[in-house]
């Protein structure tokens, strides 16, 4: 299985050079790693609205990602893939790798590492892994996107989560910046370091 997905890899990594030469787009799914990177967005950080009830997170409903990317390994950088079709609209959760240590919940101050994709492009606009150092938040307190404060509750240290995250729940109808399009989906991978 392995085999099959680096060949797989191997293949489209040729076929998306070849489509970017010609400046074309592909339908299919798109895998994604930091070292293609090349703009970088603030952290997953708003000052807008909390997703905080009284204190504690109270997570929407979420569907489980369906196409989810590959697990990796805890450690390492992780691929993502774009999958095909339009974005969600909902919040989408998929543990790739269930940690083994204690669960994150409202109130925790979390280190994660993590890349986030914005859909619309398929391409990288942040990677702690890039900055070589995870990223610290308070969990529930409205510090990151609401679908941060949502998705990361539950998971457990030493896991890794793929979280697709509708706009509503990221940045909405404002562009944060370089790489993140107005009303775009994201995609991130994250790694749950420690709970502090």
Not at 41 to 68: E, H, I, K, M
Not at 133 to 160: A, C
Not at 168 to 181: E, M, R, V
Request: with cysteine; hydrophobic share 35%; proline share 7%.
């Amino acid at each position: 299985m392995t085999r099959l997905r680096t060949w797989t890899f191997v293949a489209l990594a040729a076929s998306s050079l070849g489509l970017a030469a010609c400046g074309s787009s592909s339908s299919s799914s798109t895998t994604t790693t930091a070292a293609s990177t090349a703009t970088t967005a603030t952290p997953a950080t708003t000052g807008g609205s909390t997703a905080t009830t009284g204190g504690s997170t109270t997570p929407s409903t979420y569907a489980t990602v369906s196409d989810p990317s590959a697990a990796g390994t805890i450690g390492t950088e992780p691929t993502i893939t774009v999958p095909p079709g339009s974005p969600p609209t909902q919040l989408e959760v998929k543990d790739l790798i269930v940690g083994t240590g204690p669960a994150a919940k409202a109130g925790d101050n979390v280190s994660v590492q993590y890349v986030g994709v914005a859909y619309s492009s398929k391409q990288i606009f942040d990677s702690s892994w890039s900055r070589g150092q995870p990223f610290q938040f308070v969990l529930g307190k409205g510090t990151v996107i609401p679908g941060w404060d949502e998705g990361v509750v539950g998971m457990q240290v030493g896991g890794r989560r793929e979280l697709i995250i509708p706009p509503n729940l990221a940045y909405g109808a404002q562009s944060p910046g370089s790489g993140i399009a107005a009303n775009d989906t994201l995609i991130f991978v994250v790694d749950l370091v420690k709970i502090n």
